[in-house]
């Protein structure tokens, strides 16, 4: 039996992946896991530019050490983080977000590349 925490996790991978393929020249894909050659969750291609995804569903994160996980893992610039903060709702009701769906996390070197293609 997979555990919550895994599976909540795959199915948000899997919720991005299938928003960024509806994407024009986007090509994504979930990324096997690796163990010590685990380079993300999600890979995304956009035209012959490469990019890598952690995605993160969980009410509490700290954005700025995952991100620099994040970035180690992959070896490259082009990482980013998906955040889905969830809340807790009384009596054992299933979470929901809290404030805007998700968040997009990257480093001040990637905004500056982007912004200037």
Do not use: C
């Not at 809340?87 to 480093?107: H, Q, W, Y």
Request: aromatic share 8%; no cysteine; glycine share 6%.
């Amino acid at each position: 039996m997979v555990n919550k925490a895994k599976k909540q996790g795959t199915n948000y991978e899997t919720n991005i992946v299938n928003r960024l393929n509806k994407v024009g020249n986007f090509k994504a894909q979930r990324f096997a896991e690796g163990g010590s050659n685990d380079l993300g969750d999600i890979q995304l291609f956009i035209d012959d530019e490469e990019f890598f995804i952690e995605a993160k569903s969980r009410q509490n994160l700290n954005l700025h050490q995952t991100l620099d996980k994040a970035i180690s893992k992959s070896g490259d610039i082009n990482t980013l983080v998906f955040w889905k903060k969830l809340k807790r709702k009384s009596n054992n009701e299933r979470r929901s977000n809290d404030g805007v769906p998700e968040v997009i996390s990257m480093s001040y070197e990637l905004f500056v590349k982007l912004l200037e293609k």
